[in-house]
């Protein structure tokens, strides 16, 4: 008697190849801060060595072009760390009575 054997290979030949799932990177997030008449450079030069990890010369540059563009990247982040960066550093900004305002967009 002849029928499908469960035990027996019966796979008359096709391979079977496991689906992997498709990963996606997650959205980044660009931290910037924005230019105000009242925060002092140095302030902002301390913000970005302290919470971004940049050496003073890039924490220079940056805060110029703050000044003068009216708006700086500080970094990029996933969606969780800028936030936490944002609530930080605005945090800091008023315990010290500074205007300075630091603000996240999606890329």
């Known amino acids: 008697m002849s029928g499908f054997d469960p035990f027996k290979d019966n796979d008359d030949g096709l391979a079977v190849q496991e689906a992997k799932p498709k990963l996606k990177m997650p959205p980044l997030y660009k931290v910037i801060l924005l230019n105000d008449d009242f925060t002092p450079m ?4 301390e913000i970005l060595m302290n919470f971004f990890a940049m050496p003073e010369e890039k924490a220079t540059q940056v805060m110029l072009q703050i ?6 990247v500080c970094g990029t982040y996933t969606k969780d760390v800028a936030e936490t960066k944002v609530y930080i550093v605005n945090e800091y900004s008023r315990e010290h009575h500074h205007p300075l305002l630091c603000s996240m967009e999606e890329m």
């Open 42 to 45: 140095d302030f902002v030069i």
């Open 67 to 72: 000044h003068t563009q009216g708006v700086g």
